[in-house]
């Protein structure tokens, strides 16, 4: 049973609108959310993350949110540029070592 | 070389061959990590390596090996593999800090697995 669920496989977005990605969990255990980029040919790089204690955090054009009662992660990208195109995982952290995956949202932006 | 590198990039093998990935990382990172990620499913992890020993081992089937010789290189040796063993297998490293809540792991690009 997956414990992070990404429902969208795909999203496709008009270049400077807001691309919002979603991530449910199960385990209330995890303590710390990020969020990766992948491009083709290329492995993921790690983009913004958030505390378990905190609800949101702003990085330029990202914003991640947390609702911890609701057991829900969400990106949001504004605005969107063709750049970003790529697939977004979510990733919840729960040890030194360990990390739950999504399966990932493929982002396009389209221009 | 900087980052993680992983070779080859791409691997076609049988059933019966023994064939190995490696992974480098340039970082100077004390962790490493051998993740598996199938067609539309998530990142799988399968080994951890931290100071050269192995930490974590997640249920992985004993046709996978890995090694880490070095605290910067990691092989993950393949023998007798299944078709669904076909897959994109990824290494990461990180430097551990145990007084960080986290450690960022930073992904090597893949070896793209296709077992005949």
């Known amino acids: 049973d997956q414990q992070v669920k990404q429902n969208s496989p795909s999203l496709s977005v008009q270049e400077g609108r807001i691309s919002i990605l979603n991530c449910d969990y199960t385990n209330s255990m995890f303590d710390y959310f990020l969020w990766y980029k992948k491009y083709p040919a290329e492995g993921p790089t790690f983009l913004i993350s958030?505390?378990?204690?905190?609800d949101k955090n702003e990085d330029g054009r990202f914003t991640v949110f947390l609702n911890k009662s609701a057991k829900h992660l969400s990106l949001h990208i504004v605005p969107s540029q063709p750049g970003d195109s790529a697939v977004y995982f979510c990733a919840l952290h729960r040890s030194a070592r360990q990390l739950t995956f999504g399966s990932g949202t493929q982002l396009t932006v389209l221009p | 070389e900087t980052g993680v590198t992983q070779t080859p990039r791409h691997l076609v093998m049988g059933m019966t061959n023994k064939k190995s990935l490696k992974c480098e990382q340039h970082l100077g990172h004390n962790a490493m990590y051998w993740y598996k990620q199938s067609a539309k499913k998530p990142l799988e992890l399968m080994f951890v390596y931290n100071f050269k020993e192995q930490t974590e081992n997640n249920s992985v089937p004993s046709r996978f090996s890995p090694e880490c010789p070095n605290s910067s290189h990691l092989f993950l040796h393949l023998h007798t593999l299944q078709p669904e063993d076909s897959a994109l297998y990824l290494c990461?490293?990180?430097?551990?800090?145990?007084?960080?809540?986290?450690?960022?792991?930073?992904f090597g690009p893949g070896t793209r697995l296709t077992v005949l």
């Open positions: 990461a490293s990180s430097q551990e800090d145990q007084l960080a809540v986290y450690n960022e792991q930073f």
């Open positions: 958030i505390s378990s204690i905190k």
